[in-house]
């Protein structure tokens, strides 16, 4: 069973707006983290944010952050202010406690910035 | 703090060949990580490694693969008799033990099998 979904393919945004990228997850654990990562071009993964399950408040880094629902089981990044250097994928990812150590990935977003 | 490092960058290798990648986790890291990304996915977890213990491994990982990190630092990543659809890029990660701690991943080693 998919454990993240990135239900949004493809994003436009203009400059200097905010935009929302979607995730939600699924787990039976009551004690995960999510993670929000971004790969340009080049390939290589950058670590963006992060949030614990049984953190009270939202992450937030910088032009970043992340909008919890554990509930809903969703967990969206939002970008502030964007940039041309923000056109990039993003990744949202999933580590339980109890399952495996490594990242669960969800298929990704690719987010264009445009001037 | 010199990040993670992966050679070789890229890889062409012919049908039936044999490649290796090398991995440097970040020093301190205890943990390192493989993962495999296709185009157009996210990556997917290959195996995983607490020093020098391999301590999971994905289905994913068949008997033609094998990886090793044998002094706890540096790993490899063999692929044996590679087939065509083992092209992908091959993304190292590395990280404190602690399941709250992120993952820092290498620029990744694109193979392509002709």
């Not at chain 1, 400059?15 to 004690?31: F, I, W």
């Not at chain 2, 157009?40 to 994913?60: D, H, I, M, V, W």
Request: one cysteine or more.
């Amino acid at each position: 069973a998919q454990k993240i979904t990135q239900t949004q393919p493809g994003m436009f945004v203009q400059e200097k707006e905010a935009v929302t990228l979607d995730c939600t997850y699924d787990t039976s654990d009551q004690s995960y983290g999510l993670f929000w990562y971004k790969q340009p071009s080049s390939g290589e993964m950058i670590f963006l944010i992060y949030q614990g399950s049984y953190d009270e408040q939202n992450a937030t880094e910088g032009r970043y952050s992340l909008n919890f629902q554990k509930a809903r089981k969703s967990a969206n990044l939002v970008i502030s202010a964007s940039q041309l250097g923000d056109s990039a994928m993003y990744f949202c990812a999933m580590r339980e406690r109890t399952g495996r150590r490594a990242l669960t990935f969800g298929s990704g977003t690719r987010l264009q910035v445009q001037p | 703090d010199t990040g993670v490092s992966q050679d070789p960058r890229h890889k062409i290798t012919k049908r039936g060949q044999n490649v290796t990648f090398r991995c440097d986790p970040i020093s301190e890291h205890n943990r390192l990580y493989w993962y495999r990304q296709t185009l157009g996915q996210g990556p997917e977890f290959l195996t995983y490694f607490q020093n020098e213990a391999q301590l999971e491994k994905s289905r994913l990982l068949s008997d033609r693969f094998s990886a090793e990190r044998p002094k706890g630092s540096f790993s490899t990543l063999e692929i044996q008799r590679t087939e065509q659809g083992d092209s992908a890029m091959y993304l190292c990660a590395s990280s404190y033990t602690g399941p709250n701690y992120e993952q820092y991943f290498g620029p990744g080693t694109r193979l392509t099998v002709t």
